[in-house]
């Protein structure tokens, strides 16, 4: 199984996990309080039901051989939306790298 791939899918849900849970993603990990970690982790099982529930039993229907999302980007609140209007308030997403990963998130839904 390709790493690069793996990596790409755990970081779509990651993004859209945070976004769910109202987390910024370049919050220092440290700085989360309890309750909201517990509200990420039942996000991150959220997301990763309703990828399943949307028919995605293989990574192709996750990510296209461009390694682009694919099938499943029509679901997706933030991933690869960086510039687009929020889904929740309309704001426009904003999009940078942290540690080689793009990360995409609403500066008014999440902090
Ligand atoms: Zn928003």
């Known amino acids: 199984m390709d790493q690069k791939i793996v990596v790409g899918v755990g970081n779509i849900y990651a993004n859209e996990a945070l976004f769910l849970s109202g987390i910024r993603p370049n919050r220092a990990a440290g700085r989360i309080s309890e309750a909201r970690y517990q509200r990420l982790a ?10 399943i529930n949307h028919g995605g039993t293989t990574l192709r229907d996750f990510v296209g051989g461009d390694g682009k999302p694919g099938y499943f980007a029509q679901q997706l609140y933030v991933y690869g939306r960086g510039g687009e209007p929020c889904k929740h308030c309309s704001e426009k997403l904003q999009e940078s790298r942290i540690s080689q990963r793009t990360t995409v998130y609403c500066v008014a839904c999440q902090r």
């Open 42 to 51: 039942d996000q991150v099982k959220l997301v990763l039901t309703s990828a």
